[in-house]
Nanobody
Framework: QVQLLESGGGLVQPGGSLRLSCVVS????????MAWFRQPPGKDREFVAA????????SYKNSLKGRFTVSRDNAKNSLYLQMNSLESEDTAAYYC????????????????????WGQGTQVTVSS
């Protein structure tokens, strides 16, 4: 059974940075397509970024390109999200997700394709 554990959330001032981590257990992360989603207060969960299992190709929510960077370290069985120039609108619970499926690019943003989810880590951007 795949388990995902996120960490790295917290309170940060606008303009600051945070790096989220997601550690995978139960399976080698190299065999997983992985993603970050977030759920702002009172809103639906939304796609943030993903990285394919085979090619490590990345995909981002358009509005986050240039500020957020997703990466993976299969040697550490981990997924990361570097978030820079944070804004109050980035306040949300951030979730790590994974699937053993080989998703096509257009499917990476669909949460219905992910089989495994972490418990989430809270990011609050406020002065």
């Amino acid at each position: 059974q795949v388990q995902l554990l996120e960490s790295g959330g917290g309170l940060v001032q606008p303009g600051g940075s945070l790096r989220l981590s997601c550690v995978v257990s139960g399976r080698a992360s190299s065999g997983l397509t992985m993603a970050w989603f977030r759920q702002p207060p009172g809103k639906d969960r939304e796609f943030v970024a993903a990285v394919k299992r085979s090619s490590s190709m990345t995909s981002y929510k358009n509005s986050l390109k240039g500020r957020f960077t997703v990466s993976r370290d299969n040697a550490k069985n981990s997924l990361y999200l570097q978030m820079n120039s944070l804004e109050s609108e980035d306040t949300a619970a951030y979730y790590c997700a994974a699937t053993t499926g080989g998703l096509i690019t257009s499917s990476l943003s669909g949460e219905q394709w992910y089989d495994y989810w972490g418990q989430g880590t809270q990011v609050t951007v406020s002065s």
